[in-house]
């Protein structure tokens, strides 16, 4: 469970002023594993970037855009002396992108999940007014088969209507409920309202803590 304290300690650790390092086509571009690594992956347009800027209280550290598909680099932001470092992935399906180039992305963020030995943990971000469709699962079963920690993390939660979202996460639930690599605890989310960005904080912090 988070308390007072855990709560404290993610506002402490996203307080500093986190910055856009690079981005990364090929793995030989990435930093040196020399801190946890957390990353966020979802569908196209799932509001990763929003939620990037949310949690690090920036307006435009992650960029935004309606056209599925511009994130198409593993794009990597860290703080000052912060022992985390963040990694934002491309989206997934519906990119409006050449075939050769989505393979690529494929590709890249295959071998980003199965040999980055300083990933803690992978936040796959699922919309909180549809639930986890098939290429969410996808996903979540390769994570589960390269045995990478995950966690899943419902967006957009002020856009269904209660009952709605209720059927969501009901149904979000179930689907992580037997999966051996996904984290039990569901963390529901709204990068315009904030709501939950306080969980979302602390749980990375005992991460990276632990």
């Not at 992935?89 to 519906?94: A, S």
């Not at 963020?109 to 549809?130: E, K, M």
């Amino acid at each position: 469970m988070t308390d007072e304290l855990n709560i404290e300690a993610g506002r402490l650790l996203f307080a500093r002023p986190f910055v856009f390092i690079k981005g990364c086509v090929r793995i030989a571009d990435l930093p040196p594993a020399d801190r946890a690594e957390i990353a966020f992956a979802g569908r196209s347009n799932v509001g990763k970037s929003s939620l990037i800027n949310a949690l690090t209280g920036t307006k435009d550290l992650a960029r935004t855009s309606n056209t599925p598909g511009r994130t198409q680099e593993l794009n990597i932001f860290e703080a000052k002396d912060a022992p985390l470092r963040i990694v934002d992935m491309p989206g997934y399906g519906f990119a409006q992108a050449p075939k050769p180039k989505v393979e690529a992305w494929t590709k890249l963020i295959h071998q980003y999940l199965t040999g980055r030995p300083n990933l803690r943990r992978v936040y796959v971000l699922v919309d909180g007014r549809h639930g986890p469709k098939a290429n969410d699962l996808t996903v979540m079963n390769e994570l589960d088969n390269s045995a990478v920690s995950y966690q899943v993390v419902l967006t957009k939660m002020d856009k269904p209507s209660v009952a709605e979202l209720d059927v969501v996460i009901a149904a979000t639930k179930a689907a992580i409920a037997k999966r051996p690599a996904a984290h039990p605890e569901l963390i529901v989310t709204s990068s315009e309202t904030k709501f939950g960005m306080d969980m979302l904080r602390a749980e990375i912090e005992r991460i990276v803590r632990s």
